[in-house]
């Protein structure tokens, strides 16, 4: 292939039209329709190329299971320290004063330790009702399932659905200061002031997390037991076997990567300027056309390759 021009990724418009991004030369790469790519440029083969290479649509794919995808790396049950910052201050829990059993007991800002940011102790008042404690109790690892993808080799997906902002899985790795050249640019993730938790070889299944340009989960940070530690949370109901996501945000890398989210706003760059930013939470009420295009976009992307073949047709 000695074109000029190529396209490096697609995505499905909020008016469910396919859009492919396509590089000419030296210019900016443009989100253009089939029917705009055929009129500049008279040349379907590009198309089929491209069909070829994203035929699964969003694809999971099973063939390739017999690789073992954590091969070389070291699975941890909790994470290992290269560095600890004894300067730093950690917040500790403290015996907060919630007392009537709601939906979200001690996961709100009326509880002492959720509002600074610290998971409740063994101790808390709410006992079993205290939903403050996911990274010390909660264990879904068991479900969580790494899966090739066709365009970007490994994703996590879970067989379980979550509630928007249930705890999903901790992101685990090896504690290194921001300061260690060894850090990876790729899998670590900040921890604190001056300390990063680096799944490059130390990890879990949260190592494989990919980017979308539309996420469906959110990390934050929760001191626990006097140590940083970070959470995967829901950013809305995810339902099982679809794949977990997360917006790896604008500092990913010196070297932008395209993206393959596929999702109607997607930069078409990881960390690039998106098209535009949806609120999550929004997309429930009203139960609007953006709210069933989105139910459709994620559940075919659950569903996997099957339901998306019969539907692709360029359009
Ligand atoms: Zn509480
Ligand atoms: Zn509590
Ligand atoms: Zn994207």
Redesign the pocket.
Known sequence: MNREYRILTTRISINSQRQFLLKHGKFVARWLTKDEIVREYQDLTILNEFREKFQYGFSIISEENEIDPFENLIQVQSNRYKFFDVNEYIPGAVY?D?KDFQLMS?RTYG????KRGVE?TAA?P?EYD?M?RPLQSTSNEAYLEVFKTKQYNWGVKSRIGFFRNHFIAEYKGMIKSNNDETVSSVYSMDLGKTTVVDASSFCNAMRFLNHSCLPNSYSSLRAVDGQWRLGIYALRDICSHEEITIDYGKNYAQNPEICYCQAPNCAGIIGGKKEFEIEPKKWREPFDEMTRFFERFFLRKALGNNSYLIRWSYH
Not at 111 to 114: D, G, S
């Open positions: 907060c919630c001690c509880c002492e330790n959720w409740c808390c709410m205290c403050n």
